[in-house]
């Protein structure tokens, strides 16, 4: 364990370095190392792999004398997101046109100077997407800093710079903010542990704001715990889950106080438990449909950035019409240019999202759930409307609802870091961060396991009992009796795992039960047994839709128009996904 996360064990129960470990001013974060990453030099040429915009030592306050305790974070270094206020330095918001158009600061933001109180030195600012707009953390001005575990990837944002500092092993750890998933995203890609504190845990004074309904004091812990994965979130994930839930499920086996863990269909809970969602909800789509719960949520939450960003920066942004990137150029003229009727609503779904969590995780409850869903982009891709939509969908939960979470590193798959996320009640930041620290080594240990595992073969068998199988199956179809349809199919499969019929008819069964990831894989067998199979295509592309991969589906539901022209449900989800894509 590192000497960050040792430090925070040690002292779990001393309520200076409970607020140096959840430090966060509406939405002000610790990113913390979780392991370290041995890098040649010559592999990343910019200095400092780019994290740092300035560099400057704020020295910590004096050590007491004997026989006074050491101050607990002596010797440790830090770095702060160019958003924090530090006396006698221009705050840059990631961008020059601001830091030309403020004065320096007159005094140091209250959390800097609660880390220098403590011991730990700051060692200056990091890069971050301009204006605390994006999640990708490039910055035409600054330049992007260089993701050290992927250099050819995005760093994710908007606190990039604090992100790469820590995985760099620049620093210790550093201060972000986090707004719709600005300290999450980066946490995840670049492989370190990455703390949302509840909203409103710590004073803004010294920190430029975002979103201050979005930007992210912690109460005493009770204590037995219990998991509850999200079982419908983890669709949306292209890791394996034997790599994620697995893992987290084989890791508190074996650890005491932990409940047997719970599974939920989140998307239908947040459906029936937060109404003002409908409001949210495009027109074509039901809240009882799968996904389309979260894509509201993810829709109010955006709505929400972008009215409160009007609210605090239009009128500097028309007096000084800063240069600005193409994305966050994007970004800030859909904020300024659009008008924002029923803005009560938006707050409605903020207080209704938190009752619900609440509702659903009691006092000892953890939800389980991916933090990103998709790998990081390359470099100057560009984030595309589905790479947004997919990473928006679960970085609202928290957000939304201004709960506490956690990112934590798995390993990797596909060369690619992956992270989950804990999340739990407002205010339980103490309850969930000793939670981490308690199930962090056997994590570890379950993915050394799991990394070195390889998934079950299929089995082949009896063909006339799969055929019987089968027909027990479609009429179990017929009667919507989905599960048990389900079942007589895998029974099928487990006979003759080289059906393409058994893995169509077991696709449609997942369909209406929501689980698009099984049904997408499903679809996959069944096309690489069967190329011309148009059910398949189909089908698949109906679940990559519903799991926010538009252009994947938009090639499905192509390739159906190819083999069988008139089609009617192909062409209509050709044209609507044409239109979002383009």
């Known amino acids: 364990m590192s000497k960050t996360l040792n430090l925070i064990k040690a002292n779990a129960s001393n309520p200076k370095v409970w607020l140096v470990a959840g430090i966060t001013v509406a939405g002000i974060i610790v990113v913390a190392e979780t392991r370290r990453r041995r890098k040649k030099a010559m592999i990343i040429k910019r200095e400092d792999f780019g994290a740092f915009m300035e560099r400057f030592e704020l020295i910590p306050f004096p050590q007491p004398p004997p026989p006074a305790a050491k101050l607990p974070l002596s010797g440790l270094t830090f770095a702060i997101k160019d958003i924090f206020d530090v006396k006698g330095h221009a705050t840059g918001f990631g961008n020059p046109d601001w830091q030309r158009t403020h004065e320096v600061a007159d005094k140091t933001a209250v959390v800097v100077t609660a880390l220098l109180k403590n011991g730990a030195k700051c060692v200056g600012k990091t890069v971050m997407d301009e204006l605390a707009f994006g999640i990708t953390g490039e910055n035409k001005h600054y330049g992007t800093p260089t993701n050290p575990n992927m250099p050819s990837n995005v760093p994710g944002g908007s606190s990039s710079g604090s992100a790469v500092a820590v995985a760099a092993e620049l620093v210790d750890f550093a201060l972000g903010t986090d707004t719709i998933g600005c300290v999450r995203v980066p946490a995840s890609f670049c492989g370190v542990l990455g703390f949302r504190p509840s909203h409103g ?71 029936s438990n937060v109404p003002s969602l409908k409001g949210f909800c495009q027109h074509s789509t039901n809240l009882q449909n799968g996904i389309s719960a979260l894509q509201a949520l993810s829709s109010a939450m955006v709505s929400l950035q972008r009215y409160e960003f009007k609210t605090n920066h239009e009128e500097w942004l028309k007096d000084v019409k800063p240069r600005l990137g193409p994305e966050v150029s994007r970004c800030v003229l859909a904020a300024i240019n659009n008008t924002y009727e029923n803005i009560k609503s938006l707050y409605k779904v903020r207080t209704e999202m938190r009752a619900a969590m609440q509702s659903l995780l009691k006092d000892d409850g953890i939800l389980v759930i991916p933090t990103i869903a998709d790998p990081p982009l390359k470099l100057k891709k560009g984030s595309s409307t589905e ?58 240990e379950q993915v050394s396991i799991a990394s070195n595992s390889a998934p079950l073969p299929d089995l082949n068998g009896n063909m006339d009992a799969s055929e019987l199988l089968k027909e027990k199956g479609n009429a179990a179809f017929k009667g919507k009796q989905w599960n048990k349809a389900v079942n007589y199919y895998t029974e099928a499969i487990k006979l003759n795992g080289t059906n393409a019929t058994y893995y169509n008819n077991r696709a449609a069964a997942y369909l209406e ?45 192509k390739h159906a128009l190819v083999l069988e022209p008139q089609n009617k449900v192909a062409n209509l989800a050709e044209k609507r996904l044409r239109k979002l894509v383009s």
């Not at 894989?521 to 059910?535: G, H, L, T, Y």
């Open 513 to 557: 039960l929501g689980c698009f990831q099984q049904a997408e894989e499903d679809c996959n067998k069944a096309i690489s047994f069967d190329k011309k199979n148009v059910k398949a295509y189909l089908r698949r592309g109906t679940a990559r839709d519903s799991l926010l991969c538009y252009k994947e589906a938009l090639e499905d539901f």
């Open 387 to 444: 790479f947004h939509d997919r990473a928006c969908a679960l970085l609202s939960v928290a957000s939304m609802s201004g709960c506490c979470q956690v990112s934590v590193p798995l390993g990797e798959h596909d060369g690619c870091p992956i992270s989950v996320s804990f999340v739990t009640y407002h205010g339980a930041d103490k309850f969930l961060l000793d939670t981490v620290l308690d199930m962090y080594a056997s994590l570890q």
């Open 201 to 271: 845990a710590v004073s803004t004074i010294g920190v430029l704001p975002n979103s201050q309904s979005l930007d992210a004091i912690a109460v005493e812990p009770r204590r037995g715990r219990h998991l509850v994965f999200a079982d419908d979130l983890f669709q949306l994930s292209k890791v394996p889950k034997q790599k994620t839930v697995h893992v987290i499920s084989k890791a508190v086996e074996k650890l005491s106080g932990y409940q047997l863990p719970k599974h939920v269909n989140f998307c239908l809970f947040i459906a």
